[in-house]
């Protein structure tokens, strides 16, 4: 995926980071912060099955091409599948676009259906996401993606996650890009 999209490899770098950041300040055992370092590393693996034209598209997509973009989670999770013995982290990288209202995707998880460490991956790739420059974007102010974690707070997002991003967030624990 790296030799396709640069930017996926510092992403997922960052979404690691974030990740593994939330999880300490929420109590997460080692195995879960190990369970977060492979799935952040690996969340967007799926991409390599989307064509270049999409993945790669400077604009907007279209609705078709959105739709091919949302089997990334599904694609991932089974070639994660294929190592063997990684069935948390293939859950993970299957869930990370869910979202707590249920309306997310691959399978329309809701509240605690979604893994609990899905969900703080879902903060953390949202958050760089919005906070670097993409292909079709440049980069959101600060004050613009504190607003929107929070507003997704109960809706996108898990609202214990959110608290603990924020207080990590101000802790300056975790910085923009």
Known sequence: IEA????TRQHSNRVTSISIVIGKEMGCTSEELDILNVAGHLHDIGKIGIRDDILLKPGRLTPEEFEKIKEHPVIGANIVKQLGQWD?????????HERFDGAGYPDGLKGEEIPFLGRILAVADVY????SDRAYRKKMEEKKILKIINEGAGTQFDTAVVKAFLKVYNEGKITAV
Do not use: L, N
């Open 88 to 96: 948390r982290e293939m859950e993970v990288i299957r869930c990370h």
């Open 128 to 131: 760089d996401a919005v906070a």
């Open 4 to 7: 396709r999209d640069p930017y």
